[in-house]
């Protein structure tokens, strides 16, 4: 198990830009997917997008496509999510994970790390 730790949430005003971090203590090996995903109150986590760490393709879900994102950097075992034009829907505590393949599932990930608190205020 590779813990794995996000960072950056906060409060934003709508509109807004905030990018979260997710940290791997480890090694992140080329045939991990790793994802992001995210959880308002009441409702069920939600796929936000991933990349392939081998190739550094990425995936969004429509929901934040054009306003999302996702990069790495290899050597400090680091996934980004640049969010832009931020809405108060996008209110949640994002996730990182990781899987061995891309899927849009939560079950198919594993490693969660707590999540960050991104609020975003109309």
């Known amino acids: 198990q590779v813990p794995l730790e996000e960072s950056g949430g906060g409060l934003v005003q709508a509109g807004g830009s905030l990018r979260l971090s997710c940290a791997a203590s480890g090694r992140i090996f080329s045939s991990w997917v790793m994802g992001w995903f995210r959880q308002a109150p009441g409702k069920a986590r939600e796929f936000v997008g991933a990349?392939?760490?081998?190739?550094?393709?990425?995936y969004y879900s429509d929901t934040v496509k054009g306003r999302v994102t996702i990069s790495k950097d290899s050597p400090k075992h680091t996934v980004y999510l640049q969010m832009d034009s931020l809405k108060p829907e996008d209110t949640a505590v994002y996730f990182c994970?990781?899987?061995?393949?891309?899927?849009?599932?939560?079950?198919?990930?594993?490693?969660w790390g707590q999540g960050t608190q991104v609020t975003v205020s109309s």
């Open positions: 990349i392939r760490w081998s190739t550094g393709r990425t």
């Open positions: 994970a990781r899987s061995t393949d891309l899927s849009t599932q939560p079950g198919a990930y594993s490693g």
